[in-house]
């Protein structure tokens, strides 16, 4: 079965990836995950790639489970990766490309997190489906996406946007 990339539309065969036991490690590592900790943690792993380099299925692997063994809390967990991600990616943006070599920054996210107070599940999902939504989003829909989205963290407004 021959895949393609919806970034770079490069084509590989699923045979030969599952031929690589890291490589079959890291998605099922991955498939036992829930999506609010799954797709931050994808997206995290993508900061310790170079421009110019791929990261290879044994790092990668790796990665996932230091980044994993950091916290035993999902949640705050899954917060501190998409801030962290955000962050990095702002940084980038600025000029500076460099990839992340150690989980330092992630360690001071997650007890920034977790200082903050219990994050629920249902927040993290809600706050990684805004940040999915906001990028297909004009100007004005991402503002009053931001407000709906702090009236609902402090209980001001519902989703249909009534108080």
């Known amino acids: 079965m021959r895949l393609r990339c919806p970034v770079c539309r490069a084509e590989a065969a699923l045979e030969a990836w599952?031929?690589?036991?890291?490589a079959r490690e890291l998605m099922a590592l991955l498939a036992g995950l829930d999506a609010a900790l799954g797709r931050?943690?994808?997206?995290?792993?993508?900061?310790?790639?170079?421009?110019s380099r791929a990261l290879s299925w044994d790092r990668a692997l790796k990665l996932a489970r230091e980044a994993l063994a950091l916290s035993s809390d999902a949640a705050v967990l899954a917060e501190a990766l998409a801030e962290t991600v955000e962050a990095m990616r702002v940084k980038r943006e600025a000029g500076d490309i460099r990839p992340l070599?150690?989980?330092?920054?992630?360690?001071?996210?997650?007890?920034?997190?977790a200082a903050?107070?219990?994050?629920?599940?249902?927040?993290?999902?809600?706050?990684?489906?805004?940040?999915?939504?906001?990028?297909?989003?004009s100007a004005t829909e991402e503002a009053i996406l931001a407000i709906r989205q702090v009236g609902l963290d402090g209980g001001v407004i519902d989703a249909e946007g009534a108080p």
Not at 18 to 22: H, P, S
């Open 18 to 22: 599952a031929e690589d036991e890291a």
């Open 40 to 51: 931050p943690l994808v997206a995290y792993l993508g900061l310790f790639r170079s421009r």
């Open 116 to 137: 903050r107070g219990v994050v629920t599940a249902a927040k993290v999902k809600r706050a990684s489906a805004a940040r999915r939504v906001v990028s297909r989003l």
């Open 101 to 113: 070599e150690n989980h330092n920054y992630l360690k001071r996210v997650i007890e920034s997190v």
